[in-house]
Nanobody
């Protein structure tokens, strides 16, 4: 069993930056592909980025060049650095861990508004 706890969300002005963190409890963090998803009101949850246990990354087209995913296996933590934020980035951001099983965090709200 893996428990995921996100942090770092908040309110930021357009063009600003935030860094989300997701810390996992339980064992074998390094084995998991870790991902960030988001869900805006009235929309489906969508993949933002993920990073494999080997460090390979995939980004959604709408965040390429603005967001960076990284992981620190020693701290059992995955990060999402978000730069040049836009109002359309407003959503609840969820952390995901995937191996043979899949786990989700509770989500953290990101709001981009002037």
């Amino acid at each position: 069993q893996v428990q995921l706890v996100e942090s770092g969300g908040g309110l930021v002005q357009p063009g600003g930056s935030l860094r989300l963190a997701c810390t996992a409890s339980g064992s074998a963090f390094s084995r998991y592909t870790m991902g960030w998803y988001r869900q805006a009101p009235g929309k489906q949850r969508e993949l933002v980025a993920h990073i494999t246990n080997g460090g390979d990354t995939i980004y959604a087209d709408f965040v390429k060049g603005r967001f960076t995913i990284s992981r620190d296996n020693a701290k059992s933590t995955v990060y999402l650095q978000m730069n040049s934020l836009k109002p359309e980035d407003t959503a609840v951001y969820y952390c995901n861990a995937y191996s043979l099983l899949e786990f989700w965090g509770q989500g953290t709200q990101v709001s981009v508004s002037s």
